[in-house]
T-cell receptor, first 112, second 112 residues
Framework: QKEVEQNSGPLSVPEGAIASLNCTYS??????FFWYRQYSGKSPELIMS????GDKEDGRFTAQLNKASQYVSLLIRDSQPSDSATYLC????????????FGAGTRLAVHP | DADVTQTPRNRITKTGKRIMLECSQT?????MYWYRQDPGLGLRLIYY???????NKGEISDGYSVSRQAQAKFSLSLESAIPNQTALYFC???????????FGPGTRLTVL
């Protein structure tokens, strides 16, 4: 089992809709979770971090964390074509040196 | 703006050559990382350093070495490049415990 798993997509949504991106992780002791956005050929850009169960909102983005289910998600409201990118889920594993483990990413396509 | 820079941005080299990729940051962060990204495999950690005297191997360190010349500089070397080291390489930095990582623009390396 991979440590961080994401559906590779592509996830296709119409402009203005809500995009829902999901991520599961294997380490039950993980405490820190991140979402990065990566445009093709560019570097990952941190868009959300979440540490506690529940929802965290920042503008059009909402991160949701459920540690019991080992599940973290990202909702993008009012999706725009400029949101089309690959979204990477990243988790810090418990123990050791706080290493950040990335999922392979979900490609999101927002069509007009 | 505080930033993370990488040089070179693109490099084509031949099998067996020694290559050095350089990373500098003006963010004042203590922790620095080197990742490689391959299509479908996501980001994988090569080496990381929590301060100048603390360097650690990541999940794919074979064939690579690093040097932390100063808090702001972290270099990655390929002693004898091979074609399967063709990839996109990213440097990242973070500050302290929170481990929100910020990425440089990347170096696209091609080994022929």
């Amino acid at each position: 089992q991979k440590e961080v798993e994401q559906n590779s997509g592509p996830l296709s949504v119409p402009e203005g809709a809500i995009a829902s991106l999901n991520c599961t992780y294997s380490d039950r002791g993980s405490q820190s979770f991140f979402w990065y956005r990566q445009y093709s050929g560019k570097s990952p850009e941190l868009i959300m971090s979440i540490y506690s169960n529940g929802d965290k909102e920042d503008g059009r983005f909402t991160a949701q964390l459920n540690k019991a289910s080992q599940y973290v998600s990202l909702l993008i409201r009012d999706s725009q074509p400029s949101d089309s990118a690959t979204y990477l889920c990243a988790v810090i594993l418990s123990g050791g040196y706080n290493k950040l483990i990335f999922g392979a990413g979900t490609r999101l396509a927002v069509h007009p | 703006d505080a930033d993370v820079t990488q040089t070179p941005r693109n490099r084509i080299t031949k099998t067996g050559k020694r290559i050095m990729l350089e990373c500098s940051q003006t963010k004042g962060h203590d922790r620095m990382y080197w990742y490689r990204q391959d299509p479908g495999l996501g980001l994988r950690l090569i080496y990381y350093s929590f301060d100048v005297k603390d360097i650690n191997k990541g999940e794919i360190s074979d064939g690579y070495s690093v040097s932390r010349q100063a808090q702001a500089k972290f270099s990655l070397s390929l002693e004898s490049a091979i074609p399967n080291q063709t990839a996109l390489y990213f440097c990242a930095t973070s500050k302290g415990y929170l481990n929100e990582q910020f990425f440089g623009p990347g170096t696209r390396l091609t080994v022929l």
